[in-house]
């Protein structure tokens, strides 16, 4: 069976719960906004919207894993950023914001991984401290926009580099526009970390 959504105007076909296999209205429509703000900025960017998690979410970090180890290869990397939209509960409804301006923005998270599950991850403490530098400034120019960040006892891939998290933009309530708007937001935060 078919489903179709209609969310602010827009159609799109569902694969899955609160998900969609159209690039134009998923996470990877929402990274593709933040590549052209950071682009617009000078930042060299590269973006992949390789599915990971689809048909299958099990596995997903194996396969992204070497999505990324390629990405990596001959390059001098500051940043990975792994984003997501946060699936947690079930309902369509929860929809985290903040109002930045006039506007309602998705709030983001950080997802930190760790060597707590017993695997390698020289890394984390970096990555750690680098989340907690970028959320600082979030904090200074644009309040409430983060929310806590989360530490795991799983490495997410995050121990190939240094600079590497998940970011979670959003939830299954928030729209298109709030994250596109946070991306926004993001990009004009990490000018300001990475390049003072």
Known sequence: MKVILQVNGYEYEMTGNYRTTDLNYSVARVGKELTNYLKNKGFNVEHSVTYHDYPAYSGSYDRSLQTVQNLLVG???????????????????????????????????????????????????????????????????????????????????????????????????NTIEQCVLSMQCLANILEQVLYP
Request: aromatic residues 8%.
């Open 75 to 173: 390059k001098d990397t500051q940043l990975v950023i792994d984003l997501h939209r946060d699936a947690v509960g079930s309902s369509n409804s929860y929809a985290p914001t903040v109002k930045i301006n006039d506007n309602y923005v998705a709030q983001m998270m950080f997802v930190i991984g760790t060597d707590g599950g017993g695997l390698d991850h020289p890394n984390w403490k970096q990555n750690l401290k680098l989340a907690v530098k970028i959320q600082e400034k979030a904090n200074e120019m644009y309040p409430g926009l983060f929310r806590p960040i989360i530490v795991r006892n799983s490495r997410y891939n995050q121990h190939v580099t240094t600079g590497a998290s998940i970011i979670e933009v959003g939830a299954t309530g």
